[in-house]
């Protein structure tokens, strides 16, 4: 590309940065339904938005569509669709390892195996998690939760943990008891819980 268009392209990000444009799509009914809370989620001008549209970036660096992406410190890897069914078998059409000095592409079989290796893994993780912390003891609570309250209390754990950090006296855990983060409240599960964990580290 020559100077005068590379020097165009900058200018025109800079021209267009900070103005809307509209968009238009026709899909199929069912396919809109599912989708446009979808595109609103991708769409959104905060940090909402900005969680959901980096949360599918390795889409546009797949190949095919990811049915699961595992991610490592150092390692990587992806499961690849559309899943096929042989008789009353699913299996993925492949699936690539990335890691420190191995880049591979998976068959179907491979990259089957491993997909369940890595559930039974995950679950095996979360089984260990739920009883270290103890979690059997707390008693059931709703899904849903208040998003507000959770989120206004996870910042304030966090700025606390934050300030401890600055001044050296944060926790090893890497997390700070502010002691006012949780309520008794059943909207508030997930901040429960986090006080549950942190008890027993």
């Known amino acids: 590309m020559s ?19 509209t968009l238009r799509f026709s899909a199929e009914y ?26 599918i970036v390795v889409w546009h660096r797949a190949e095919r569509p990811p049915l699961d992406i595992f991610q490592g410190h ?7 669709g559309p899943l096929q069914w042989a008789d ?26 491993l997909r369940d290796h890595m559930q039974q893994a995950i679950e095996d993780a979360i089984v260990v998690w739920v009883r270290e912390h103890d979690l059997y003891s707390l008693p059931p609570v709703p899904e849903q939760f208040d998003r507000r309250k959770a989120d206004r209390k996870a910042k304030a754990m966090i700025a606390a943990w934050a300030a401890e950090q600055e001044a050296g006296s944060a926790p090893e855990s890497g997390r700070a008891d502010t002691g006012e983060c949780c309520s008794d ?4 599960a997930p901040c429960t819980g986090g006080r549950k964990g942190s008890d027993n580290d």
Request: hydrophobic share 45%; aromatic share 8%; glycine share 8%.
């Open 88 to 113: 009353d078998t699913p299996l993925p059409l492949g699936g690539l390892i990335l890691s420190p000095g191995v880049t591979a592409h998976l068959n179907p079989f491979e990259a089957g195996a």
């Open 3 to 21: 100077i005068f268009l590379r020097a165009m392209d900058r200018l025109a990000d800079f021209i267009w940065t900070g103005r809307k444009v």
């Open 30 to 55: 069912r396919t809109a339904c599912y989708a446009v809370p979808l595109i609103n989620k991708l769409l959104a001008e905060d940090e909402d938005g900005d969680a959901y549209r980096t949360a």
């Open 185 to 188: 409240e059943a909207t508030d």
């Open 74 to 80: 150092t390692s990587f890897c992806r499961i690849d």
